[in-house]
């Protein structure tokens, strides 16, 4: 399926001495049997921007940044330098031979600012036959932005290129190594990941056939607007700072929403299946109700459920859930360095004597942010076709609980798809008429009528009482950027990657995924269906609270599904860039 172009210095493993021929292009590579090459002579692959530092057979037991290989692989190293300035460090690690092998790549996506390659899901993907590669984005180090000053190439390379240069070296590898084109091709992510995932698609559409994007931070230079205002809201003060409001306090307003809303779903089990749907009053826990919270406290609250607001009082950005409160991680703008970097991108200035508290506002500040940093880190279009024309298929998933990555704007993000499925072909004039009248009730009703097929190529999963990319409460081990299942568990059934491969090889859809939680000895304590959106897990039969057979899908009636102000926000801002393409260099 993949026809990706690539240039490469072939060197067969029965050429002698250091004989070589220049190959264009995996059409030719198909076209005449290629002898393959033995692992060390790897070294001689070349791609535009990518050579290849060492290849080398490596025999278990071994254990390479941590992770722990009990099988034998090719690993290979490399940098790829699209710019001048370009360190992009990967590997690609290759089941030792074709019988090893069962055609598939998978390229790996990082969270944060990544730093460095992840070598836990290279270990899993060689061990399970696949070629599996990734990355350091660019840059060595953790989540520290002091690599974003007076470096944008750099900044490129981690936003938008990495992956680019990655994905053809492998696929470039994989030719050579066992004579043969990769013959499917997946990626996956959460967070950074997720929305390097979602570019793939939409910038790179001929590299993937499978994608895997959780908790997507597609809309990036909104996101991180959306940090900085929880930073501010929940400490205030400086970094690393007392919180504005206790972690006791927190969880203490979770209990009480979860007394509300819990059993929406028919069940209660201590989590909220549809966040949306719940109807709880914060004011009563304020100086006016049962005195829970003292008055700053409440508009600590107040702030982070609205999201992102102008010093106007324009919503900017959606913000977090009813029943997530316990999840808030008030120090992740100051860990992350969200600050600084746009400090050192945006306006080219250290920290200090930049202070993001003091510096940055939600409003001319905000515009300045988004309009720097949508060219190289933004992914909000919803125009799929290049992408879904050669069969590509995406599942995303989000966590309701998620503080970090409104899931909202998961939803905005599918919304959109449905509504581009009714502009796509109109002109661009009378698209942006109508884009500019969209309302509500006329989001809903296009969303019944091309639902459906959205959900030929895409499919989005929400996940009750689950935090970032994991985490939380609820089941949450899918894989796919979030928590791995153990190998019995890796199937089309409860695996997000290996469902998205069985859509994509035989043309099965998932139409439910079973998220397991584990205790520490590896044993199942629960598992719950999560359905395709807008469609719902209900409890009906009553079953075992703990086991996904007592769920069913339904989609809830037209009437009951509710697209809000929020909504409308993500829909725009993806509508209205449904023409950004980033530049691949």
Known sequence: MNRAITVLRIRPRTAPGLREACVLGIAALTGTAQAAWDCPSLTAVTTADATITSATLTDPPAVIGGASVAVQFCRVQGIARPSSDSEIKFEVWLPPSAGDWNRRMKVNGTGGYAGSIPYARLAQDVADGIVSAGSNMGHDGGESATWTLNRPEKVKDWGLRAHY????????????????????????????????????????????????????????????????????????SAPFGPPSVSTAKRQAVTQRVLQACDALDGAADGQITNPRACRFDIDNLGPSGDGTLTAPELAVFKAMYAGTTSEAGVQRYTGARLGSEADWSPLFADNGGYGPFIGH?????????????????????????????????????????????????????????????????????????????????????????????????????????????????????????????????????????????????????????????????????????????????????????????PAQAVYENGGDLDSAESFTCKTPRPRDIDVEAGDMLHIRNSLTQRGLLLPHR
């Open 165 to 236: 240069s990655v994905a053809t070296a492998a696929k470039a590898l994989s030719n050579a190594f066992y004579a043969e084109p990769v013959k499917y091709s997946y990626f996956e992510g959460c967070s950074n990941g997720g929305r390097q995932a979602l570019m793939m698609a939409q910038n790179y559409p001929e590299l993937f056939d499978g994608i895997v994007a959780g908790a997507p931070s597609n809309f990036y230079p909104d996101l991180l607007m959306w940090l900085l205002w929880t930073g501010k809201n929940l400490t205030p």
């Open 345 to 533: 991108y945006v306006y080219s200035q250290e920290s200090p004597p930049f202070d993001w508290r003091r510096d940055i506002n939600f409003s001319n500040v905000y515009d300045v942010v988004k309009q720097t940093l949508t060219p190289v880190t933004a992914a909000p279009s919803p125009d799929l076709r290049a992408f879904t024309r050669r069969g590509g298929k995406i599942i995303q998933y989000h966590g309701w609980n998620d503080s970090v990555v409104p899931p909202d704007g998961s939803i905005g993000y599918y919304y959109a798809l449905t509504q581009f499925e009714w502009l796509k072909s109109l002109p661009p004039r009378v698209a942006d008429r109508l884009i500019d009248d969209l309302s509500p009730q006329a989001v809903e009703a296009t969303a019944l009528a091309f639902g459906r097929k959205v959900r030929e190529y895409h499919r989005l999963f929400m996940l009750p009482a689950v935090g970032h990319c994991g985490g939380s409460t609820g089941p949450s081990a899918i894989g796919g950027g979030a928590p791995e299942p153990p190998k019995a568990f890796r199937n089309a059934d409860t695996h997000v990657v290996s469902a998205v491969m069985k859509w994509v090889e035989q043309g099965v859809a998932p139409e439910k995924i079973v998220a397991s939680a584990f205790d520490a000895t590896g044993n199942v304590v629960r598992q719950r269906p999560v359905c395709p959106y």
